[in-house]
């Protein structure tokens, strides 16, 4: 019975490509090493579709405009925007919806984050193929490539499509978008366990990857949808976005205010009929009026604003953000998951520490920069102190392809990244690249191979003396090694000496190659694998890491003190991973759990893991992406950072996605909110400081707007409980409400951080958008606004007073009200009446300078007297004006006097 898998879609129904052997392989895809016949790559073409990703069914723009004004604030403006209509105001209905546009305009223009995100995607596959067809070499559109196919690799190209390896020559392949691997990994052909993690298939190549170096030749197993990078894109697809919680806060304001305007307007229309005699139709228009001054129709504009501000600002501190309520959802992120590689380090591999049979050596210096020096016993070093450093340094140097160069400011690798690190540390050591080439041409070489792990070059001086040096994977060298050099001697290989150093540096995180070399003569001019059997002085050991950023372990600091727990979330290998995270202060020093456990948890067993830890390796896009879900179902707001296709869907999850605008991938800067213009962790912390502080700068803008709406409508149900003509009307109502949110509330949105923004615990996100605190403020403020504005109301009409000239000094009385709140609410609890307090905020002294322009106009223009029903007014109204509003500053300054008093006391 043929127990062969049969082929289904792109993706042929073999559980593990990488488990099986290369003849397996090709016969479970009736294929041969000289490819199919373009016969049968058509069948099997028409049977299977391109090797493309199947772009995904979208919304037209008419219908993604539409769910723009699916939204609770939306309606109420709607509701504000149709009352108005209806009494005939045509200037503020436009106004009105005006905002409702604006604002569906942003979202409409903010909208198809991951439509855009697999087009990117999309775009990584590789255009061009280098097959076997009908037994001759072809190089065709990779969209016609079909699993069975065999396909040629060189360096440069991108892999198109998942592959297993059948031949390979010393093929390194950067698997960084998919695995978040540093280093290019080496490739080989022997199967690999069936639970091999993606980053351990080293006998697979994957749709979408670089091939860096060497050569291979490998079989098509999977094209468009099925491959690796297809089903990551399908996974994105599938991710649900979650609402900021601002937004959530908002919903739910918005669906009690409507409910309270509702059920008040209703109660006010009822009472006014049944107890007070009005008529229906009097009380409508009064009911209308009510709903009018309780609607804070400049709220959705300022919020708006005041997040495009937010905006402005973290650009200009490298956060470059995508969609604007990501602003003020920084502001309570709990946790951020960080991707490790060039997230949390350079992506730039260093040289580290050396050691050589006289002991441990430091390098230091960062990156490809070769400024550093070597220390030994906390001392700088030079290699004439140490031959055996030099002799050292000088075999890295030239056993080695790679060499830096200086770009626009910054030295940048060119080749391997590992031997660029070795070029960089013979640099510090004080060689010549050039010059020691030039001494010591290069005569032969034995390029890297998997199988013997180790390369090996040949080199001879003018003087014919030659010398054999070898760098390659510790345990092969020791094998080949028989004596090790000090002080310029051979002396017997002391192998626990060197394993003690292996453990000691693998400890730390390190990968270690060894170096060692062996002297020959003029007449060797060919150099085989024999020639390295016998003779090898291990010279030392070098140690090699992706080291973190400076700037990093500082903002990591700054995150703890914030009460922010920062997780590092790395496809890196365990032991390297929880290296990095000691430096960094992540983790406390813990291991680090790797994807296989996570396979092996239920979701029990996962929420307690991540409750615990904060170092997570070998670990997938689906690990990530179930890691983020497991924290939020936690109740905590999740910040992920990454740069790879790997992180894309665990970045679209996340309640703040953050890629890395300089190295990270197209798809992962699509998939966030937020992309950092210089690759820094520390950015970040700076936009969680502005994104705190724009949550206060909408706090305060509530906390100014809603006392006005509060002291409208509560001066509306005052007259008509007390049978009085209403003291202002609808459209005096809709200038208050507009005028003072646009100067005085947007002024707030400039508000400068408070000083202990970055040393509170972030906000609980359950929490509603108005405390107790807050609702009592407004509630006080109302009353103060409606005694004040009703009471001056009143006055006027008792001293003989039009109603028209009434009615102007009560809407003159509220907005003064709201001038002299303004300052009130600069801060919740500290005072105000000082220095900084009155004149920290210049932008609320031109704004109040601004809002005083339009009253004189409002108030003593024709065409504003007759579209607001207003009447000049003399002197001696103004000093009442004045007097009375002012009452407000010092009235809420004894209570926030009272307030902290109250709260030392508990303290």
């Known amino acids: 019975m043929d127990a062969r898998p049969t082929i289904t879609g792109s993706r042929p129904e073999a559980a593990s490509w990488h488990a099986q052997a290369p003849d397996a392989a090709l016969d479970a895809l009736h294929s041969q090493p000289g490819g199919l016949s373009g016969a049968e790559a058509a069948a099997r073409l028409a049977r299977h579709g391109a090797n493309r990703l199947r772009p995904p ?25 149709a009352v108005t209509i209806a009494l005939g105001h045509w200037v503020d209905s436009g106004v009105i919806l005006g905002v409702v546009l604006v604002n569906a305009l942003i979202g409409f223009m903010q909208e198809g984050k991951a439509e855009r995100a697999i087009d990117a995607i999309r775009e990584m596959l590789s255009p061009q193929a280098a097959v076997w067809r009908d037994g001759r070499y072809q190089v065709i559109p990779a969209e016609g490539l079909v699993p069975g196919d065999v396909v040629m690799l060189q360096p440069g190209d991108r892999v198109p499509a998942d592959l297993r390896l059948l031949q390979v020559r010393n093929l390194r392949v950067d698997e960084a978008v998919l695995t978040g691997e540093s280093a290019p990994v080496e490739k080989g052909v022997a199967a690999v366990a069936a639970d091999a993690m993606l980053a351990d298939r080293t006998c697979m190549a994957y749709s979408g990857t670089l091939v860096t170096g060497g050569q291979g030749t490998a079989l098509v197993v999977a094209t468009g949808d099925g491959t690796e990078i297809g089903r990551i894109s399908a996974l994105l697809r599938a991710v649900q976005t979650l609402s900021t919680p601002l937004l959530r806060q908002v919903a739910r304001f918005s669906r009690w205010l409507t409910a309270a305007i509702v059920a008040v307007a209703s109660a006010t229309f009822l009472f006014g009929v049944l107890f007070r005699g009005y008529t229906s139709g009097d009380m409508f228009i009064a009911a209308v009026g009510l709903a009018v001054a309780a609607i804070p129709e400049g709220l959705p504009a300022i919020m708006t604003i005041t997040l495009a501000i937010g905006v402005q600002r973290m650009a200009r501190r490298n956060a470059i953000i995508r969609r604007l309520p990501a602003v003020e959802t920084l502001g309570s992120v709990t946790v951020i998951c960080s991707d490790k590689t060039g997230t949390l380090t350079r992506n730039e591999m260093t040289v580290r520490s050396v050691a050589t049979g006289r002991g441990p050596f430091q390098v230091t210096g960062v990156g490809y920069d070769p400024h550093g020096s070597f220390r030994f016993e906390d001392r700088d070093v030079t290699r004439d102190a140490h031959p055996v450093l030099g002799e050292l340094t000088r075999a890295a140097l030239l056993c080695n392809d790679a060499h830096v160069e200086m770009e626009a400011g910054h030295w940048i690798p060119k080749g391997d990244p590992t031997e660029a690190a070795l070029v960089v540390m013979a640099l510090k050591a004080g060689l010549d690249p050039a010059l020691e080439r030039e001494r010591w041409p290069r005569t032969d070489v034995i390029p890297f191979a998997s199988e013997n792990r180790y390369m090996a070059t040949l080199h001879h001086d003018r003087a014919g003396r030659g010398f054999v040096y070898v760098k390659g994977a510790p345990e092969e060298l020791l094998r080949l090694c028989s004596r090790q050099r000090e002080h310029g001697e051979d002396h017997p290989l002391d192998a626990p000496y060197w394993e003690h150093h292996l453990d000691r540096m693998a400890a730390q995180g390190e990968r270690l190659l060894a170096i060692a070399f062996r002297a020959t003569g003029d007449h060797h001019r060919m150099l085989t694998p024999a020639d390295l059997e016998e003779g090898l002085t291990l010279l030392g050991l070098v140690g090699i890491i992706d080291p973190p950023r400076e700037e990093a372990i500082r903002a990591v600091g700054q995150c703890r003190a914030a009460g922010i727990r920062v997780k590092m979330i790395t496809g890196d290998h365990a032991r390297t991973a929880a290296a990095v995270a000691a430096q960094l202060g992540i983790g406390a020093g813990g291991a680090a759990v790797t994807g296989h456990a996570l396979d092996a948890m239920d979701e029990r067993g996962l929420a307690e893991t991540v409750r615990r830890t904060d170092v997570f390796a070998r670990t997938s896009p689906e690990h990530k992406l179930r890691l983020v879900t497991a924290l939020q179902a936690q109740g905590e707001v999740v910040a992920m950072t990454g740069d790879g296709v790997n992180d894309a869907p665990a970045l679209k999850r996340a309640d703040v ?76 109502i809709l200038w ?25 615990p972030p906000r609980d996100p359950g929490e509603p958008l108005l405390s107790r605190l807050l609702i009592w403020r407004i509630v006080f403020v109302s009353l103060i606004l409606v005694a004040g504005a009703f009471g001056l109301f009143l006055w006027e009409r008792a001293v003989g007073g039009s109603i028209a000239a009434a009615r102007t000094v009560a809407v003159n009385t509220l907005v003064m009200f709201e001038v002299f709140y303004l300052f009130n609410t600069r801060y919740l609890t500290a005072p105000v009446l000082n220095r900084a307090g009155l004149f920290g905020n210049p932008y609320a002294l031109v704004a109040v300078a601004v809002l005083l322009l339009f009253q004189m106009g409002m108030t003593y223009l024709p065409p504003a007297q007759a579209l607001f029903g207003t009447a000049a007014i003399g002197a001696g109204a103004w000093g009442r004006i004045m007097l009375v509003s002012a009452s407000v500053l010092i009235l809420v300054e004894i209570e926030k006097a009272l307030l902290r008093r109250w709260a030392a006391r508990r303290v």
């Open 57 to 81: 069914q979208r919304r037209g723009p008419l219908g993604r405009f539409a769910t723009q004004f699916h939204n609770v604030i939306i309606y109420v403006l709607l509701v504000a925007g």
């Open 736 to 760: 208050i409400n507009m005028i003072t949110a646009v100067t005085l509330a947007l002024a707030l949105a400039f508000e400068p951080a408070e000083g202990d923004v970055m040393r509170r």
């Open 657 to 732: 996605g953050i890629a890395m605008g300089l190295k990270g991938t197209e798809v992962s800067k699509e998939a966030a909110e937020v992309v950092l213009a210089d690759d820094n962790f520390a950015s970040i912390a700076n936009a969680v400081e502005e994104g705190r502080t724009v949550y206060d700068n909408l706090r305060k803008a509530i906390l100014f707007i809603l006392p006005t709406n509060g002291g409208e409508a509560l001066t509306l149900i005052a007259a008509i409980a007390m049978g009085r003509m209403l003291p202002i009307t609808p459209v005096q």
